[in-house]
């Protein structure tokens, strides 16, 4: 069964400083991961989405990559601001897409 | 172009009853997926749909059931309710290839059902 850990839980950070969010997962055979991003209350909205063959993805300040072999993919935002406070899931896709708890982001003005 | 959308966006039951929850997914996706998200656990997989059949499901008992219609909306049932069904009932549409997983295409969320139990 594919587990998914998301470390921290919470993270709280000034505005301009870069974060690093964590995923691990126990079963390397996926077809990929994706990163999602929740706001309170509402559905998920899809941020990076990387192919199992891929190593890395980015899409403006945001860069996630992904090492299959060990289990790991890091979320990486650049310069944070006020309005990435959320919280962010990651998920793998086996035979189902599988999610961690998530890392509650908190950025502070 | 309109996202996915799910109906109502609160629901009020009291235990035993059914609840009835919709989803229609982006247009020209196939594959609809049903999420429950009770407070303080992470997103369970519930139901996988495409292209009118059932195709996967998460481990939740048979009350938890659905249908996917011709053109691709999606009705989640949950009969004899119980209180830790209490829960965001989130929604998900892709363009997924009919009969595989690991398609490789994004996710698109809808903003989610929230059934509370009384």
């Known amino acids: 069964k594919q587990e998914v850990t998301q470390i921290p839980a919470a993270l709280s950070v000034p505005e301009g400083e870069n974060l690093v969010l964590n995923c691990s997962f126990t079963?390397?055979?996926?077809?990929?991961l994706q990163w999602f991003r929740q706001d309170p209350g509402k559905g998920l909205t899809s941020l990076l989405l990387i192919q199992s063959s891929q190593r890395e993805q980015t899409s403006g300040r945001l860069n996630a990559s992904l090492d299959k072999s060990s289990g790991r993919s890091t979320l990486y935002i650049a310069a944070s601001q006020p309005g990435d406070s959320a919280t962010y899931l990651c998920?793998?896709?086996?035979?189902?897409?599988?999610f961690g708890a998530g890392t509650t982001v908190t950025v502070r003005a | 172009e309109a996202g996915v959308t799910q109906s109502p966006t609160h629901l009020i039951k009291t235990r035993g009853q059914q609840a009835t929850l919709r989803c229609s997914p982006i247009?020209?996706?196939?594959?609809v997926y049903w999420y429950q998200q009770a407070l303080g656990l992470g997103l369970q997989f519930l139901l996988w749909?495409?292209?009118?059949?059932?195709?996967n499901r998460g481990n939740f008992p048979p009350r938890f059931s659905g249908r996917q219609f011709p053109n691709y909306s999606s009705e989640l049932n949950v009969n004899a309710l119980e209180l830790e069904d209490s829960a965001l009932y989130l929604c998900?549409?892709?363009?997924?290839?009919?009969?595989?997983?690991?398609?490789?295409?994004?996710?698109?969320f809808g903003s989610g059902t929230q059934l509370s139990v009384l």
């Open positions: 247009s020209g996706h196939t594959s």
């Open positions: 998920a793998v896709e086996d035979y189902k897409l599988s």
């Open positions: 998900a549409s892709s363009s997924g290839s009919t009969g595989t997983s690991g398609t490789n295409e994004k996710l698109f």
């Open positions: 749909y495409d292209e009118g059949e059932e195709r």
């Open positions: 079963d390397s055979a996926i077809y990929n």
